[in-house]
């Protein structure tokens, strides 16, 4: 190395006439939160916690979700922010395993423990230390035009399977497209494998599932896509959903060409004014009556990366992240649901629903491209877009499923 | 006498005739990018509706170009690009000159094999290059998160194209002009600065146009060496309009175009210095 | 490397007994030349490269150890139908894309005269080069959607349709290559006005006189001089096809169901979205070497035309 010292000397002094000087107490924040709504709410956050502590100088920095995605692992393993955005559960244990992340359950007060409740804070717990501060989550579900439903005869939210089936029909009859989705995205796709699996074989099997030790050809995955095949044989779907984004798929549905969509509260924020009292919310239906109703509710999370430069800082923000007042103040901005259970919910009649559906769900699920692993998610969202298409090649997509799991979780 | 013939020889039917297809030819090139400027134009409700084509209902072109400069902090990173970009061209450029110089006037043992490396090195799919080279900034060049380490990536990755470039350009010029240099005894750095380096001011110029629009419009390298606002550029700035469920897509197009518009005007610009070349033949003459 | 070449040194202007530089500057000229160049090229590509050719012998997830695995990789893109798929779109990229020397070569020819506002006009053509693709890929993408798409109004207005090449196996491809030709043919025209700027008149002079004119001209005068920026056309143009990667992922992100992906998006998919570095950059090496043969082609050829 040697030889690059007066190389790097030079360049370091050249570097420095371009970058910013380095305050004593900088805290360098990343955050995925690129939603002007996000933004917004989380600099309004970051600035009260300026005027809290004019000691430290608090940078954010703004990042897309997928360049996000990307960048993380860089981040952790060579220079790291103080503090990360990330999500709880299986995401952040993958980096708290190998020790990118640091403890921080000496915010945990039992008080703290108490108003987070036991679920949140299992999520951000591996081995029985905590990784993170869980700031908000949202609920999954079916968002539907209430007037096309009552237009086709529908005159009651679907809550069984059989409802469900029959609601699908109707719409047909009524000249509207029950079910949008654009499976470009591949994502929206796993809304539907997680929902229809947690209603056929409950939280627990769906757990050992994404955990990778239950085989993709066991006869209880097959019953999943024979539930599912129900809806594609009937034509509950849109045509042509594979050339369509998430956001694309909206249009028929504020455009009256479709009835439904199993989407998170998040569209909430898309809903044009002309048709936004005509939208409601109903709960994933029924499918098995002994199976308890477990809920996909992705919450999103506040780390400290083991290298961080300032981690004492960095562990004050998350503590006055978890401050009731605080979710509050980032769930209205934010229109999520504070995880904190002492802050008070948005008065949003979607995020009112959701709260309570939450609170009262037998478990919560993460979603499928957070609750296992990449490389299963990826080949599983490409493989469930390809049975929407042609069912028929379900044997081969549970092939490619099966042998990703066994590469993944042989050791 | 260039090619093709110039128009002006032509009979005043024909000159007419070009003129007025310019302004056709030009719009059906550029159907898409009207497009995208009509997108940038419209609200993003119009768009969650798939109103992609009609007339904008309402048209938002203050507001829409307003938020792309607010919603993220647009200016300085335009600014970042361009400290990034200009010495990084400037860089490559130069030292591809030289390289290029080299390759195609000495003959030495090597010279098709460094050629053919310089080559081969600029075919990569730079991706796979992530992890090394954020790895050289971390620990080597102690320059992670700051401007330099763009400018040297793009300045060292550009060379590979920009030396095949130059090379072939240079390998033109005709032998017996730089041996007359020789024979009057002016010096071989000289040769290179003096006679060389004119002839090829046209290619010169082309090639910064271009590698201007590679490095101005990268984004992964952005994203590898860098993280701090303060240094992001661009590129960046247009990603993070990226919302985390939902793309802005009016305020995207906007941006995009925004982004867009310095190479262009380096096009423009430039294009005085790509008629240069006509001293090639007047020199040798 | 040592020089061949005889150093022409005038007597006339030998004044005073010849310096070290003078005397070995025709070897040492072209080592000076080369070596800024060649040092950042090697720092910061040529090492990463043969760094990732190490990393395509791994299993990584980017955080944790690195696992051995020797050719492992290899063998499972033999046997993985993705990859075939992404080779096979590739190739349709790269015809596809050969057209784009030849119509950027047309434009070329047609923007290169001197009239007013040709300047202007020249620019805006480059624009399509210019912009970001990811909004290229987006109207391209909305212009197909079966149901908002503007491509159904027109086969409809001609009584054909409906039809959504972005959800068809066997459409999406050359839906993204249409998209994708447009830019790359700017890029060649730039390459071509700059040829047509350095070319030597006298030559297209001399064939004049000898009463070739139009096509004749163009082939055996123009074209030949063309051939430096032919060559770099071409060569772009085999990485354009090789390397497309923006508008697949916004377009179709491979799909449906990776029928339209290609080795770039596929490796990228490995790489960031299943994570796994080592098999990612396996894929990457493939596509480096099929590059490279490909371009070891042309550059034989212009090597052994170059000697002649």
């Given at each position: 190395?040697?030889?690059?010292?007066?190389?790097?000397?030079?360049?370091?002094?050249?570097?420095?006439?371009?970058?910013?000087?380095?305050?004593?107490?900088?805290?360098?924040?990343?955050?995925?939160?690129?939603?002007?709504?996000?933004?917004?709410?989380?600099?309004?956050?970051?600035?009260?916690?300026?005027?809290?502590?004019?000691?430290?100088?608090?940078?954010?920095?703004?990042?897309?979700?997928?360049?996000?995605?990307?960048?993380?692992?860089?981040?952790?393993?060579?220079?790291?922010?103080?503090?990360?955005?990330?999500?709880?559960?299986?995401?952040?244990?993958?980096?708290?395993?190998?020790?990118?992340?640091?403890?921080?359950?000496?915010?945990?007060?039992?008080?703290?423990?108490?108003?987070?409740?036991?679920?949140?804070?299992?999520?951000?717990?591996?081995?029985?230390?905590?990784?993170?501060?869980?700031?908000?989550?949202?609920?999954?579900?079916?968002?539907?035009?209430?007037?096309?439903?009552?237009?086709?005869?529908?005159?009651?939210?679907?809550?069984?399977?059989?409802?469900?089936?029959?609601?699908?029909?109707?719409?047909?009859?009524?000249?509207?497209?029950?079910?949008?989705?654009?499976?470009?995205?591949?994502?929206?796709?796993?809304?539907?494998?997680?929902?229809?699996?947690?209603?056929?074989?409950?939280?627990?099997?769906?757990?050992?599932?994404?955990?990778?030790?239950?085989?993709?050809?066991?006869?209880?995955?097959?019953?999943?896509?024979?539930?599912?095949?129900?809806?594609?044989?009937?034509?509950?779907?849109?045509?042509?959903?594979?050339?369509?984004?998430?956001?694309?798929?909206?249009?028929?549905?504020?455009?009256?060409?479709?009835?439904?969509?199993?989407?998170?509260?998040?569209?909430?924020?898309?809903?044009?004014?002309?048709?936004?009292?005509?939208?409601?919310?109903?709960?994933?239906?029924?499918?098995?009556?002994?199976?308890?109703?477990?809920?996909?509710?992705?919450?999103?999370?506040?780390?400290?990366?083991?290298?961080?430069?300032?981690?004492?800082?960095?562990?004050?923000?998350?503590?006055?992240?978890?401050?009731?007042?605080?979710?509050?103040t980032l769930a209205a901005g934010t229109r999520q649901i504070p995880?904190?259970?002492?802050?008070?919910?948005?008065?949003?009649?979607?995020?009112?629903?959701?709260?309570?559906?939450?609170?009262?769900?037998?478990?919560?699920?993460?979603?499928?491209?957070?609750?296992?692993?990449?490389?299963?998610?990826?080949?599983?969202?490409?493989?469930?877009?390809?049975?929407?298409?042609?069912?028929?090649?379900?044997?081969?997509?549970?092939?490619?499923?099966?042998?990703?799991?066994?590469?993944?979780?042989?050791? | 006498?260039?090619?093709?013939?110039?128009?002006?020889?032509?009979?005043?039917?024909?000159?007419?005739?070009?003129?007025?297809?310019?302004?056709?030819?030009?719009?059906?090139?550029?159907?898409?990018?009207?497009?995208?400027?009509?997108?940038?134009?419209?609200?993003?409700?119009?768009?969650?509706?798939?109103?992609?084509?009609?007339?904008?209902?309402?048209?938002?072109?203050?507001?829409?170009?307003?938020?792309?400069?607010?919603?993220?902090?647009?200016?300085?990173?335009?600014?970042?690009?361009?400290?990034?970009?200009?010495?990084?061209?400037?860089?490559?450029?130069?030292?591809?000159?030289?390289?290029?110089?080299?390759?195609?006037?000495?003959?030495?043992?090597?010279?098709?094999?460094?050629?053919?490396?310089?080559?081969?090195?600029?075919?990569?799919?730079?991706?796979?290059?992530?992890?090394?080279?954020?790895?050289?900034?971390?620990?080597?060049?102690?320059?992670?998160?700051?401007?330099?380490?763009?400018?040297?990536?793009?300045?060292?990755?550009?060379?590979?194209?920009?030396?095949?470039?130059?090379?072939?350009?240079?390998?033109?010029?005709?032998?017996?002009?730089?041996?007359?240099?020789?024979?009057?005894?002016?010096?071989?750095?000289?040769?290179?600065?003096?006679?060389?380096?004119?002839?090829?001011?046209?290619?010169?110029?082309?090639?910064?146009?271009?590698?201007?629009?590679?490095?101005?419009?990268?984004?992964?390298?952005?994203?590898?060496?860098?993280?701090?606002?303060?240094?992001?550029?661009?590129?960046?700035?247009?990603?993070?309009?990226?919302?985390?469920?939902?793309?802005?897509?009016?305020?995207?197009?906007?941006?995009?175009?925004?982004?867009?518009?310095?190479?262009?005007?380096?096009?423009?610009?430039?294009?005085?210095?790509?008629?240069?070349?006509?001293?090639?033949?007047?020199?040798?003459? | 490397?040592?020089?061949?070449?005889?150093?022409?040194?005038?007597?006339?202007?030998?004044?005073?007994?010849?310096?070290?530089?003078?005397?070995?500057?025709?070897?040492?000229?072209?080592?000076?030349?080369?070596?800024?160049?060649?040092?950042?090229?090697?720092?910061?590509?040529?090492?990463?490269?043969?760094?990732?050719?190490?990393?395509?012998?791994?299993?990584?997830?980017?955080?944790?150890?690195?696992?051995?695995?020797?050719?492992?990789?290899?063998?499972?893109?033999?046997?993985?139908?993705?990859?075939?798929?992404?080779?096979?779109?590739?190739?349709?990229?790269?015809?596809?894309?050969?057209?784009?020397?030849?119509?950027?070569?047309?434009?070329?020819?047609?923007?290169?005269?001197?009239?007013?506002?040709?300047?202007?006009?020249?620019?805006?053509?480059?624009?399509?080069?210019?912009?970001?693709?990811?909004?290229?890929?987006?109207?391209?993408?909305?212009?197909?959607?079966?149901?908002?798409?503007?491509?159904?109004?027109?086969?409809?207005?001609?009584?054909?349709?409906p039809v959504s090449p972005l959800d068809s196996e066997l459409g999406?491809?050359?839906?993204?290559?249409?998209?994708?030709?447009?830019?790359?043919?700017?890029?060649?025209?730039?390459?071509?006005?700059?040829?047509?700027?350095?070319?030597?008149?006298?030559?297209?002079?001399?064939?004049?006189?000898?009463?070739?004119?139009g096509w004749r001209l163009f082939w055996h005068a123009v074209l030949?001089?063309?051939?430096?920026?032919?060559?770099?056309?071409?060569?772009?143009?085999?990485?354009?096809?090789?390397?497309?990667?923006?508008?697949?992922?916004?377009?179709?992100?491979?799909?449906?169901?990776?029928?339209?992906?290609?080795?770039?998006?596929?490796?990228?998919?490995?790489?960031?979205?299943?994570?796994?570095?080592?098999?990612?950059?396996?894929?990457?090496?493939?596509?480096?070497?099929?590059?490279?043969?490909?371009?070891?082609?042309?550059?034989?050829?212009?090597?052994?035309?170059?000697?002649?």
């Amino acid at each position: 190395m040697q030889f690059w010292k007066p190389f790097a000397g030079l360049v370091l002094g050249m570097s420095l006439t371009f970058s910013a000087p380095l305050a004593a107490a900088e805290l360098v924040i990343n955050a995925d939160a690129s939603e002007p709504s996000l933004r917004k709410a989380w600099e309004g956050v970051v600035d009260q916690f300026r005027k809290e502590n004019p000691g430290t100088d608090v940078k954010l920095n703004v990042y897309d979700r997928e360049s996000y995605k990307r960048s993380i692992r860089n981040w952790l393993t060579a220079q790291s922010p103080d503090v990360v955005f990330w999500y709880a559960g299986t995401r952040m244990r993958q980096f708290s395993k190998p020790g990118l992340l640091e403890d921080v359950s000496e915010i945990y007060t039992p008080q703290a423990k108490q108003e987070f409740g036991p679920v949140a804070t299992d999520l951000m717990s591996d081995a029985g230390k905590q990784y993170g501060v869980p700031h908000s989550y949202y609920q999954w579900g079916f968002f539907y035009r209430k007037d096309l439903f009552q237009k086709a005869g529908i005159t009651e939210a679907p809550k069984t399977w059989n409802d469900f089936l029959g609601a699908c029909e109707k719409l047909k009859a009524s000249g509207v497209e029950p079910i949008t989705i654009g499976s470009k995205d591949l994502w929206p796709t796993a809304g539907w494998f997680d929902y229809i699996n947690l209603r056929t074989n409950g939280l627990k099997f769906h757990q050992e599932l994404m955990g990778g030790t239950v085989p993709y050809t066991d006869t209880r995955v097959k019953a999943v896509f024979a539930k599912w095949n129900e809806l594609l044989d009937k034509g509950c779907f849109m045509k042509n959903h594979a050339s369509m984004s998430w956001q694309d798929s909206q249009a028929p549905l504020f455009q009256g060409k479709a009835g439904m969509m199993l989407m998170g509260n998040f569209i909430t924020g898309n809903f044009p004014a002309n048709v936004a009292n005509d939208m409601d919310f109903f709960r994933f239906p029924e499918i098995n009556a002994g199976v308890g109703k477990a809920e996909d509710a992705p919450m999103d999370a506040l780390l400290v990366p083991a290298r961080a430069k300032n981690k004492a800082d960095a562990k004050k923000f998350l503590a006055f992240v978890m401050r009731p007042d605080v979710q509050t103040t980032l769930a209205a901005g934010t229109r999520q649901i504070p995880v904190n259970q002492k802050a008070s919910v948005p008065d949003d009649r979607f995020l009112k629903v959701g709260q309570q559906l939450l609170s009262q769900a037998d478990g919560l699920a993460q979603f499928f491209d957070r609750d296992t692993s990449e490389e299963l998610a990826t080949v599983g969202m490409k493989g469930f877009q390809e049975f929407m298409a042609n069912p028929d090649r379900l044997d081969r997509v549970l092939e490619d499923l099966e042998r990703t799991r066994k590469r993944v979780y042989q050791n | 006498m260039s090619f093709p013939a110039p128009i002006q020889e032509k009979s005043a039917a024909t000159q007419a005739f070009y003129r007025a297809s310019l302004v056709p030819a030009l719009v059906l090139w550029l159907l898409p990018l009207i497009a995208i400027a009509f997108t940038s134009i419209r609200s993003i409700d119009e768009l969650n509706q798939g109103n992609f084509w009609g007339w904008p209902e309402e048209t938002r072109f203050v507001e829409n170009y307003t938020a792309v400069f607010t919603q993220s902090p647009m200016g300085r990173f335009l600014l970042n690009s361009v400290l990034i970009t200009v010495p990084a061209v400037a860089l490559a450029v130069g030292l591809s000159a030289m390289a290029g110089y080299a390759l195609a006037k000495y003959r030495f043992r090597g010279n098709l094999v460094l050629f053919a490396i310089f080559i081969a090195g600029n075919f990569v799919p730079f991706q796979i290059l992530m992890i090394p080279v954020r790895d050289l900034f971390v620990n080597v060049v102690p320059l992670y998160d700051t401007i330099l380490a763009l400018v040297l990536f793009h300045m060292a990755f550009q060379t590979g194209f920009c030396t095949l470039f130059m090379r072939n350009f240079i390998k033109q010029i005709p032998d017996a002009l730089i041996e007359a240099a020789r024979v009057e005894g002016v010096s071989e750095l000289r040769i290179f600065w003096h006679v060389v380096l004119p002839l090829v001011r046209p290619a010169m110029a082309a090639l910064a146009v271009l590698v201007f629009t590679f490095v101005w419009n990268d984004f992964f390298w952005a994203l590898v060496l860098v993280q701090s606002d303060e240094v992001r550029p661009v590129t960046a700035g247009l990603q993070a309009l990226r919302g985390t469920w939902t793309a802005a897509w009016q305020l995207i197009s906007a941006g995009a175009i925004v982004a867009a518009l310095p190479p262009v005007a380096l096009f423009f610009l430039m294009q005085r210095h790509f008629i240069a070349g006509l001293t090639l033949g007047a020199t040798k003459g | 490397m040592s020089s061949t070449a005889t150093p022409a040194v005038s007597l006339t202007r030998l004044e005073r007994p010849e310096s070290w530089w003078r005397r070995h500057q025709a070897a040492l000229a072209p080592m000076l030349l080369l070596l800024p160049a060649l040092a950042a090229f090697s720092l910061f590509v040529l090492w990463p490269i043969l760094d990732s050719l190490w990393l395509s012998l791994h299993d990584w997830d980017g955080i944790g150890e690195k696992r051995f695995l020797g050719l492992e990789n290899y063998r499972e893109l033999f046997d993985d139908r993705v990859f075939w798929t992404a080779i096979l779109n590739n190739i349709w990229w790269l015809i596809a894309f050969m057209l784009a020397p030849v119509l950027g070569l047309a434009i070329a020819l047609y923007l290169n005269q001197s009239v007013f506002g040709i300047r202007l006009v020249k620019s805006l053509f480059f624009f399509p080069f210019v912009i970001s693709q990811v909004v290229v890929g987006l109207v391209f993408a909305w212009f197909y959607n079966p149901q908002y798409g503007l491509l159904n109004e027109i086969l409809g207005a001609a009584g054909l349709g409906p039809v959504s090449p972005l959800d068809s196996e066997l459409g999406a491809t050359f839906a993204v290559i249409a998209a994708g030709l447009r830019p790359q043919i700017a890029y060649c025209m730039i390459l071509y006005l700059t040829g047509l700027a350095a070319m030597n008149p006298e030559v297209i002079e001399a064939a004049r006189m000898d009463g070739a004119k139009g096509w004749r001209l163009f082939w055996h005068a123009v074209l030949p001089q063309l051939r430096p920026a032919t060559f770099i056309a071409v060569v772009v143009s085999v990485i354009g096809a090789l390397r497309s990667f923006d508008l697949v992922a916004i377009m179709t992100a491979g799909g449906p169901y990776s029928s339209s992906t290609v080795l770039a998006y596929y490796m990228y998919e490995q790489t960031f979205l299943s994570v796994r570095y080592g098999y990612g950059a396996a894929i990457a090496t493939v596509l480096f070497l099929i590059m490279n043969v490909y371009i070891a082609f042309f550059l034989w050829r212009m090597l052994k035309r170059e000697g002649a």
